[in-house]
């Protein structure tokens, strides 16, 4: 690899990045306005609370999505060092990021927020079988959402990793 193509490959991450923190920031705010919304329209005060903590959780996704997100700025006319480090620091902040995602980004409010709009309605559905037919599709879709974010989130990690030795080899090459 050399001096050029890393600093395309840090300039190329940097869009990336910017371009899914932007992302996450749009979907947050869609999201809390679209939960803040059905709160307000919403009847039975756990759903209601529910909606609320998700409202919340979505402009909490939003922030923390800037805050850890965002990539610094990669300058184009450093030495080679400096872009290195850079690119690195960028590479380990995400990829920690990713290491403690439960914590940093708020999903346990999320969760609970899920589980006050969905527990009442399976117990309303143990009296009613027929009413199970109402929550299946939404606790499929989270089992789904589960399994998808589990993988993808392990790939990301292994992929910021990998990037990351190939910057520790690419720096002994170049010392030595």
């Not at 965002?70 to 690195?88: D, F, I, K, Q």
């Amino acid at each position: 690899m050399s001096a050029d193509e890393l600093r395309r490959n840090a300039q190329r991450h940097q869009r990336k990045a910017r371009f899914e923190t932007i992302y996450s920031i749009i979907i947050g705010i869609i999201l809390f306005v679209f939960f803040a919304l059905t709160c307000a329209k919403a009847h039975e005060m756990a759903p209601r609370i529910g909606l609320g903590l998700l409202s919340l959780w979505c402009l909490y996704f939003a922030y923390h999505a800037y805050k850890w997100l965002w990539p610094g700025r990669v300058a184009t006319h450093t030495t080679l060092n400096t872009t290195l480090e850079s690119y690195r620091s960028q590479l380990k902040k995400r990829r920690d990021y990713s290491r403690h995602i439960w914590r940093r980004s708020g999903l346990p409010f999320c969760l609970l927020g899920l589980a006050l709009i969905v527990v009442p309605e399976l117990i309303k559905s143990l009296a009613a079988p027929r009413l199970l037919l109402n929550v299946a599709p939404v606790l499929t879709l989270l089992g789904l959402w589960f399994v998808v974010f589990l993988f993808q989130r392990r790939r990301n990690r292994r992929k910021l990793q990998q990037e990351i030795d190939e910057l520790a080899v690419f720096e002994r090459e170049n010392r030595g």
